[in-house]
């Protein structure tokens, strides 16, 4: 009987011991496993915030920077044409060029879209605007009867993708964009 009990007593330690065992091990893979969620998590959240503060909220801003400049042409304004719709070009077109590993993969296509129709509006501006000798009698500068219109669909895409972001990032009330 003593033997008995010498031999169960055993087998309890022996289960308890391995059932340690094999807790320790599975809490260990459990919490690197969730340890390497949370950086995932905290790396794409990172992203999200990159992409918000230094590419998408700075183009969402001259978007609608040079919209309002084209809303309010009634004729020919180099002002308008040259510090905020040529420069509003050019930093949307940099950031594009500078930021592209910030640009959602999704939207690849629309940042080349937008980035043909800015090269080509530049080099008509430079051909109207720049040199020696201007001209200053050339209508504002379109590069939709070169056959590159603007982009419409592909700023929305650009707009649409910041308000998902900040919303996903900052929202207590949802961002509405336009």
Avoid: C
Avoid at 70 to 92: A, M, P, V
Avoid at 112 to 124: F, S, T
Avoid at 155 to 172: D, T
Wanted: charged residues 30%.
């Amino acid at each position: 009987m003593n033997e008995m009990r010498k031999s169960f007593g055993q087998l309890v330690l022996a289960g308890l011991l391995s059932g340690a065992v094999a807790s320790v091990v599975v809490g260990v893979g459990f919490t690197a496993y969730v340890t390497r969620v949370e950086e995932e998590i905290r790396s794409q959240r990172q992203w999200k915030e990159e992409s918000v503060a230094e590419l998408l909220g700075p183009i969402n801003i001259q978007f609608d920077r040079t919209k309002r400049a084209f809303e309010r042409w009634e004729s020919k304004n180099l002002y308008l044409e040259l510090k905020i719709i040529k420069i509003g070009n050019e930093t949307i077109r940099d950031l594009l060029l500078t930021k592209g590993h910030l640009i959602p993969p999704e939207l690849l296509d629309d940042a080349g879209k937008l980035i043909e129709h800015y090269d080509v509006w530049l080099e008509i501006f430079e051909k109207q605007r720049g040199g020696n000798e201007p001209d200053l009698e050339a209508p504002f500068t379109f590069a939709g009867p070169a056959g590159y219109p603007f982009p419409r669909g592909s700023e929305r895409n650009f707009k649409e993708k910041y308000g998902l972001y900040w919303n996903q990032l900052y929202a207590v009330a949802e961002y509405q964009g336009e």
